[in-house]
């Protein structure tokens, strides 16, 4: 369980010290990732839609809590537009491995690729999440997760879908 903290406070001190952070209403980072089935995964690709960026861990108990949200999204928004992307923080992929095991997502997952892309997102806690409109800008920014204010995000995702 220590090792657990120490490895959550050692990554929240390395994202927090990249002064470049992502902020509402820029453009996001087009960050280079992989999919767990080695596919190449970049933001510019969802030009024209809606994207919901999750980075989150297995050790995340709040993430833990968050994978039926992101599912559930992705059944009631997908077809309008929104696409998810799920990316892992995990220094060890075979944590990711199990935790979807236990926890399968309906969403893309990336592996490689998502320290660089959470230090350029500048991310402080875990789950954080960004949404992105469809001409690439970062509409808005949410720490942790809590079951409470998944309906204001529906709404911020429904508004942004509508969007021309």
């Known amino acids: 369980m220590k090792i657990k903290f120490l490895l959550q406070c050692v990554l929240i001190i390395v994202f927090v010290s990249n002064t470049n952070a992502a902020t509402v209403g820029e453009n996001s980072p087009d960050c280079v990732l992989t999919s767990l089935n080695n596919t190449p995964v970049h933001f510019h690709e969802y030009s024209g839609k809606v994207i919901?960026?999750?980075?989150w861990a297995s050790w995340c108990s709040s993430c833990l809590q968050s994978f039926p949200f992101l599912n559930q999204l992705t059944h009631e928004f997908g077809a309008q537009?929104?696409?998810?992307?799920g990316i892992n923080l995990d220094e060890q992929i075979d944590d990711a491995h199990a935790f979807l095991?236990?926890?399968?997502?309906q969403f893309t997952?990336?592996?490689?690729?998502?320290?660089?892309?959470?230090?350029?997102?500048?991310?402080?806690a875990m789950p954080t999440s960004y949404l992105i409109d469809k001409h690439g800008v970062i509409r808005h920014i949410h720490k942790g997760f809590r079951e409470d204010e998944t309906e204001e995000l529906k709404l911020q995702i429904a508004k942004l879908l509508a969007e021309k």
């Open 52 to 55: 919901y960026v999750d980075f």
């Open 101 to 105: 095991a236990h926890h399968p997502s």
């Open 81 to 85: 537009g929104l696409h998810i992307v």
């Open 109 to 124: 997952i990336t592996n490689h690729g998502g320290e660089q892309c959470a230090k350029s997102f500048n991310v402080e």
